[in-house]
C-alpha cells in the first residue's frame, strides 16, 4: 500500500519541462537564464521525490510544497547563484584561524588591491625607462629597508604562493639531487597533512635525519656532511613543543658549522614576523630579522600568518642563494599575481612606518584585557532576553595558524547558554545568522572572545543574540 500511496504521489510532480514553462518560473529564466533555472527545477523536483519516498510528505504536504513550487526554484536559483565565500565574524579567540581565511588584511591593502586590479598597472613595466621590469621590485625594496638594515651581506627576497611553495622552491634550487641535513625532531607535519619529508622528496632533495624525537646536537650534523651534502636544513615547530629531556643545537651553532664547513644553512620558520614579538607578550618566537642577523642563508616565511598580509611564502637570504631560485623554471610557476604583490606592498609599507596598528593582526595582539573586559560587559547588557544567560569570565585567545603553539594571550570572554537549546545548538543558531557567528564550545557554554571581533561587529552579536533570544 505505502508503495502504491508513493506511486501516485509521484505521478502528481511535474516534469521539469512543465515547470519552466510555468508563467511564474519563466520571469525566472529571463532574469537568471535558462541553463540555471532548469537545474534548479530539477533539484528542486528530487528533494521532492526524495521526501515523497522518506514518508516525510502525504498528499497535503505535496500540494502545498506544488503551490509553492516556484518559490523553491527561485530559493534554488539564488543559492547556486550566491557567493559561497562569505565574510563570517570569528569570535573564536584564534587570531590567525586557517579555516577562516587567517590574517585579515589592513584597508590600506584591500584599498591598494582596489586600485590595481581595476585597471592595468606597471606590474612587470618600469615607467622610467619604458622598458618591460620585473614584479619583484614592488616588495624587494622594502624587504630591503627592513632586513638589511644591520647586515653586512647582500640580500634579496622572492615572493611565491605559500610558505610550503617556498620551501619547495629553496631546496630544489639548493639541493636537488644532493642531501638535505635536518634533525628528527624537526620533521613536522602541520594543517592539511603538508609533511616536510614530502616536499623535500618532491623538491628532489634527499633527506638526511639526524639526532632523535628530543635531542639533537650540532655534532650529529656535522657527522652527516659527507660529499653529498648541499644544505644543513632548520625547521621550526610551528604547531608544537617538545618539553622535558630535550636538546637542540642553536642557529648560532648550525651557522658556524655551516660556515666552516662551506655550506649553506636555510631556516624554514613557517610563520615569521618582522617585528620583536615580546612588545606583544609572545615570548620565545624568533623573527625573520633574528635569523638572518645570526648568519642564516635562506629563511623562508609566510605572508598571511604573524606578517599579518596576504597568502604568500617569503625567501629572504644571501643574493646569490635567492638569485638561484629566481632562475629556477619552478619560480615562474609558483609567483604570485598582482593582488598579492598589492596587498603585500601595503603591508609592508606599514613595517617600514613602524604603524604597527595598521596591521589587523597586531593590533589585535595588542589589544589590552581592559578594553576587551569592557567591550564584553557592554555587549551582555544589551542583551535582555530571559531565556539568554550571560556571564564575563576569564580566558585565553590563541594566535593560531602554526605560529607560537605556546603563546597565549590572557583575555575575557562572554560564555553564554540558552534555555530549550543545548550548547551544540546554540552555537549553530549563531552561525547560521546572518553573517555567520563562529564561537568555541568549552564546558558546555559557548564561548565569545571579542578580541578576534571587530568593535563594528559587537552591535551585529547583539542583535543575533537578541533574535535567539526571541525565537529560541
Known amino acids: 500500500m505505502k508503495k502504491a500511496a508513493h506511486s501516485e504521489l509521484f505521478r502528481e510532480l511535474p516534469s521539469v519541462d512543465e515547470v519552466l514553462r510555468r508563467p511564474d518560473v519563466a520571469v ?23 521526501e515523497i519516498s522518506s514518508g516525510l510528505l502525504d498528499e497535503a504536504g505535496l500540494q502545498m510544497a506544488l503551490s509553492g513550487l516556484a518559490n523553491g526554484v527561485e530559493a534554488r536559483v539564488r ?3 550566491g557567493r559561497s565565500l562569505r565574510p563570517v565574524i570569528n569570535a573564536t579567540g584564534v587570531i590567525l584561524h586557517t579555516n577562516l581565511g587567517r590574517a585579515p588584511l589592513s584597508e590600506e591593502a584591500l584599498d591598494h588591491i582596489r586600485a590595481t586590479a581595476g585597471g592595468y598597472s606597471n606590474l612587470e613595466y618600469q615607467i622610467e625607462a619604458g622598458e618591460r ?8 625594496r622594502l624587504l630591503r629597508m627592513l632586513i638589511d638594515q644591520d647586515s653586512s651581506r647582500e640580500l634579496s627576497t622572492i615572493v611565491v604562493n605559500n610558505n610550503a611553495a617556498a620551501v619547495l622552491l629553496s631546496l630544489n634550487s639548493l639541493a636537488e639531487g644532493g642531501e638535505v641535513i635536518v634533525s628528527r625532531g624537526e620533521l613536522v607535519e602541520i594543517g592539511g597533512s603538508f609533511r616536510i619529508p614530502d616536499v623535500m622528496a618532491k623538491s628532489g632533495a634527499i633527506l638526511r635525519e639526524v639526532g632523535t624525537t628530543n635531542r639533537t646536537r650540532v655534532d650529529d650534523y656535522e657527522n652527516a656532511i659527507n660529499e653529498r651534502t ?9 604547531n608544537f613543543e617538545i618539553t622535558g629531556f630535550t636538546e637542540q643545537a642553536s642557529t648560532a651553532e648550525l651557522v658556524e658549522l655551516g660556515q666552516r664547513r662551506g655550506l649553506p644553512v636555510m631556516e624554514d620558520l613557517g610563520s615569521g614576523a618582522l617585528v620583536d614579538l615580546q612588545n606583544f607578550g609572545l615570548i620565545g618566537e624568533a623573527s625573520v630579522l633574528d635569523s638572518l642577523r645570526a648568519g642564516v642563508d635562506v629563511v623562508t616565511y609566510s605572508g598571511d600568518k604573524l606578517l599579518g598580509g596576504p597568502q604568500a611564502g617569503l625567501i629572504s637570504g644571501r643574493a646569490d642563494l635567492v638569485g638561484r631560485m629566481r632562475a629556477n623554471s619552478l619560480f615562474r610557476a609558483l609567483r604570485v599575481d598582482k593582488l598579492t604583490y598589492a596587498a603585500l606592498e601595503a603591508t609592508l609599507l606599514a613595517y617600514v612606518k613602524r604603524d604597527y596598528d595598521a596591521v589587523p593582526t597586531l593590533r ?3 589589544l589590552s584585557v581592559a578594553d576587551i573586559g569592557r567591550r564584553a560587559e557592554g555587549l551582555r547588557a544589551q542583551v535582555t532576553s530571559a531565556r539568554l544567560r550571560l556571564e564575563v569570565i576569564d580566558g585565553e585567545s590563541v594566535i593560531g595558524g602554526g605560529a607560537a603553539p605556546s603563546s597565549v594571550l590572557p583575555t575575557r570572554l562572554v560564555a553564554l547558554t540558552c534555555d ?28 565569545l572572545d571579542l578580541r578576534t571581533v571587530f568593535a ?13 533570544g526571541v525565537s529560541a
Request: proline share 2%.
Open 28 to 50: 525566472l529564466v529571463t532574469s537568471h537564464g535558462a541553463a540555471t533555472v532548469t537545474e534548479a527545477a530539477r533539484a528542486t523536483l528530487a528533494r521532492l521525490r526524495a
Open 79 to 81: 543559492s547556486v547563484l
Open 133 to 140: 621590469g620585473k614584479r619583484d621590485v614592488h616588495v624587494e
Open 230 to 238: 648541499r644544505l644543513l636544513l632548520r625547521v621550526h615547530r610551528s
Open 364 to 366: 589585535i595582539m595588542g
Open 420 to 447: 530549550g537549546l543545548s550548547t551544540d545548538e546554540l552555537a549553530a543558531r549563531l552561525r547560521t545568522s546572518d553573517p555567520p557567528i563562529v564561537a568555541r564550545v568549552e564546558d558546555g557554554r559557548v564561548l
Open 456 to 468: 563594528e561587529q559587537d552591535g551585529m552579536i547583539v542583535a543575533a543574540l537578541t533574535e535567539i
